[in-house]
């Protein structure tokens, strides 16, 4: 061997040191690639100094302990490499949890007041074993006016401004069609509720919107008086209000209702002293009732001599906004969370 056959060993063997420190994949692949390549070729070329004439022994030795530093270098320099990437990869870990940060902000949802005061007395009817219906929200002349008692010439019709529809229907005023749908559906006795939204064509404004959440109750059986009426609403307005509410009973005019009651409530808005809410009365309309009437009775092919009953109709909007301090009407249906999250908080309620 010359020198020059050396240099292209040299070269060599650097060429392979290169390979095998990219294929390496960790601190401990490099270190057995190294110790591989000093112990085997570098090793091998040191052995083969004795085969050179002596005047060259000389710079071969250098060539081959240059080449010796270099590897061991470039070794060296990928294993810090890999640990500055492992110290970082640690960092980057760590970092995703750092317990001196206060917790991320996270938006709960939540029923909306309507819905939490809806199955609030939802509950509570169904332990008085009411069953919960439904109505479709379309709805005939018959069942919103016609069975209700009120023929088409009445002017009961024209306190329900109604959105009327051009195939001759209309958007249901009331839930009070669910009535006349339960006692088709299941003929007496009947307890049933049926909350639902209805629809008026109403100027809107702190109090009136065209759009609106109703409560019907529907009780039917032999021997039932005003006084289980009576009975009935007190506990409703009590178990929503968690105490006792100041109510007072007026007589009130539906056609369906004989007799009928307007059940209003102290308005908890303004405390009673008077307020937008209130009209500046002190007090909120908030359960209309009575008697089911004798034609209603019949439309529903009850017989009103063996049968009678109690109606009511909870404005579900309302009270949701005397349970949770909601002055205007406007924000339930407006998806602003500045005024809905408010009610959330004070009711606690979530899904
Ligand atoms: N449906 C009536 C309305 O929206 C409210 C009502 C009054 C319902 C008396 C009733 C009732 O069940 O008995 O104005």
């Not at 061991?72 to 990437?85: C, E, G, T």
């Not at 088409?152 to 001759?168: C, K, S, V, Y």
């Not at 909120?284 to 009437?293: D, N, T, Y």
């Not at 406007?330 to 999250?341: E, V």
């Amino acid at each position: 061997m010359d020198l020059n056959q050396l240099e292209e060993q040299l070269a060599r063997i650097k060429a392979e040191a290169e390979a095998l420190r990219q294929e390496a994949d960790g601190i401990d692949a490099l270190r057995s690639a190294e110790t591989r390549l000093t112990k085997g070729p570098l090793a091998d070329v040191l052995k083969s100094i004795k085969a050179f004439p002596p005047d060259q022994r000389g710079p071969a030795g250098q060539a081959i302990n240059k080449t010796k530093q270099e590897i061991k270098q470039l070794f060296a320099d990928a294993q810090s490499r890999l640990r500055q990437a492992d110290v970082v990869g640690e960092q980057k870990k760590t970092a995703t949890f750092d317990p001196t940060l206060p917790p991320p902000i996270t938006q709960r949802g939540s029923l909306h007041p309507v819905t939490a005061v809806q199955r609030e007395v939802e509950r509570l009817f169904r332990g008085l074993g009411f069953a919960v219906v439904g109505g479709p929200e379309m709805e005939t002349d018959f069942y919103n006016f016609e069975a209700l008692n009120i023929p088409e010439m009445h002017p009961a019709r024209d306190a329900q401004d109604t959105f009327w529809l051009t195939n001759g229907w209309l958007l249901r005023t009331h839930t009070s069609p669910c009535q006349v749908r339960a006692m088709e559906r299941f003929g007496p006795p009947i307890r049933v509720i049926a909350p639902g939204r209805c629809f008026r064509y109403e100027a809107i404004d702190a109090s009136h919107e065209n759009t609106f959440f109703q409560l019907e109750g529907l009780l039917i059986d032999k021997d039932i008086s005003i006084a289980h009426l009576i009975a009935f609403m007190k506990l409703l307005l009590r178990e929503v209000f968690g105490r006792d509410v100041k109510v007072r009973l007026r007589p009130g005019f539906f056609p369906f209702v004989e007799p009928g009651f307007e059940l209003d409530m102290s308005c908890m808005i303004c405390d009673g002293v008077g307020c937008a809410t209130c009209k500046k009365s002190g007090w909120v309309e908030i359960l209309p009732c009575g008697m089911v009437h004798p034609n209603v009775l019949r439309y529903g092919k009850i017989d009103p001599h063996e049968y009678t009953g109690f109606a009511f109709g909870l404005g579900l909007t309302r009270l949701a906004m005397m349970k949770y301090g909601i002055a205007d009407i406007r924000i339930l249906n407006s998806g602003d969370l500045r005024g809905l999250a408010k009610a959330d908080r004070l009711s606690g309620a979530t899904i």
